[in-house]
């Protein structure tokens, strides 16, 4: 890796980004904006490069008469992310628009709403809703478990438990301002929680194959086990359109309960005299709550009141992939593995005990589900 | 990085206060940018899009 060139830090980015944003707030908008042009530059270039390979080796393959497996855009691109960010490294220039990944997951997320008729989207989310609940249960007292069993720091245990058991590393963020937890306890979790996140976009496809998963069942069991929405986004969509749009789904639903995790543990913390005191309950629980939950029931809304025609549909939902296409450029390009090393064994190695688990449960409830709803 | 939520909560000193009381986070930001291009669309002006 040369000087000039800087690894895109998954580990410490958050704390980074609280800290650039903050630098950059007295830059002028114009110069803040030009700042995100190569990054995002190269968003696009690293993620439509994924999709000329596809579509090159479906074409090939036609051409001589040969069955290829058809592998999504969305597994070259973060292939191509991958090789970059651990290779050569990504050159400073790109950090802030390759950071802006997470903002194209939540507009993509938002439009997909145009897919789901609000009707759809009441119906299986009050499924998933349930079997949500069902799976934060579990998977934070198995993570409290694993944690009490290893000997782990507490705060470090509750941080791996809402990683896992709601949404990645925005629940980590989150938890550790109302905690107080310190900022190294938070970069292990999230480390732990994204190399956790990264393996589990090859291995879930192999297993939902060897299994013959429905697209349904394979989307429900992507939103209930893979804890970073981007991540999420992807094992989805690394199956199927359908299975993909379920993934994002039931995530979303994870997502809207991030706010009473949160503020589960503020209290519990604070009765210990170890995290500031919660002032208003109803306050705390709309700060936390992830406002593009609204954006998508919106969207789903006006779909569903006939607001736009069925080409304007198209045209949103074909937004909606340009957007995704961003963020899972993005998902190779910040994860870096021998940061993610670096956090340590004890953490990753009791997250992924807790991870095999959690995958574990959530595919039992999957298929008791799929025969109970016939989802 | 990171699915950050709740980014607009960064508590600012002094002068500073007033206006991250204003300032939208990330997650509103990509909700307002979604319903534009819902608008953009509604008017036809993006409806070349193809994939």
């Not at chain 1, 997909?112 to 008729?117: A, D, E, I, K, N």
């Not at chain 1, 809402?162 to 109302?178: L, N």
């Not at chain 1, 429900?220 to 299975?243: I, R």
Request: aromatic residues 8%; positive net charge.
């Amino acid at each position: 890796m040369s000087t000039s060139s800087v690894r895109p830090s998954s580990v410490d980015a958050g704390v980074a980004s609280s800290l650039s944003s903050r630098a950059k707030s007295i830059e002028p908008l114009p110069l803040r904006l030009l700042r995100l042009v190569p990054g995002l530059l190269l968003l696009a270039a690293v993620g439509f490069g994924g999709k000329v390979i596809e579509q090159s080796i479906a074409r090939y393959g036609k051409a001589h008469h040969l069955t290829l497996p058809n592998i999504e855009y969305v597994l070259w691109a973060i292939l191509i992310g991958l090789v970059l960010a651990n290779t050569v490294g990504l050159p400073k220039i790109f950090v802030a628009g390759v950071a802006t990944y997470d903002f194209w997951l939540k507009v993509g997320i938002v439009l997909l709403g145009s897919r789901f008729l609000l009707g759809d989207v009441l119906r299986l989310g009050g499924i998933s809703l349930g079997l949500v609940a069902i799976e934060i249960t579990l998977a934070l007292a198995l993570m409290h478990g694993l944690g009490r069993a290893f000997k782990l720091k507490p705060k470090l245990t509750s941080l791996l438990a809402v990683g896992s058991a709601v949404c990645g590393v925005s629940a980590i963020i989150a938890t550790q301002g109302a905690i107080d937890a310190d900022e190294e306890e938070s970069s292990t979790a999230i480390a732990a929680i994204l190399a956790l996140g990264a393996l589990s976009l090859f291995t879930f496809p192999l297993i939902a194959h060897s299994l013959h998963l429905s697209d349904h069942a394979y989307g429900l069991w992507a939103g209930l086990a893979v804890d970073n929405t981007a991540e999420a986004t992807a094992a989805g969509a690394l199956y199927s359109d359908v299975a993909g749009r379920f993934a994002v789904l039931v995530k979303t639903t994870r997502n809207a309960m991030i706010g009473f995790v949160v503020l589960g543990y503020a209290l519990y913390w604070s009765s210990r005299g170890q995290a500031q005191r919660v002032g208003n309950k109803a306050r705390f629980l709309w700060q936390k709550f992830p406002r593009f939950v609204l954006g998508f029931l919106l969207i789903s809304l006006l779909a569903s009141l006939a607001v736009f025609t069925k080409p304007q549909l198209t045209a949103l939902g074909n937004l909606s992939r340009w957007a995704f296409l961003l963020t899972f450029a993005g998902v190779g390009l910040r994860t870096n593995i021998r940061e993610l090393g670096k956090q340590g064994w004890r953490p990753l190695a009791i997250g992924a005990l807790g991870e095999v688990a959690i995958a574990a449960i959530t595919l039992a409830l999957v298929f008791g589900a799929d025969r109970l709803f016939h989802v | 990085m990171s699915d950050e939520i709740g980014n607009s909560e960064t508590i600012e000193s002094g002068g500073t206060a007033h206006a991250a009381r204003w300032r939208l986070s990330l997650d509103s930001w990509a909700v307002l940018l979604a319903l534009a291009a819902a608008a953009l669309v509604k008017l036809h002006i993006l409806n070349t899009v193809k994939w």
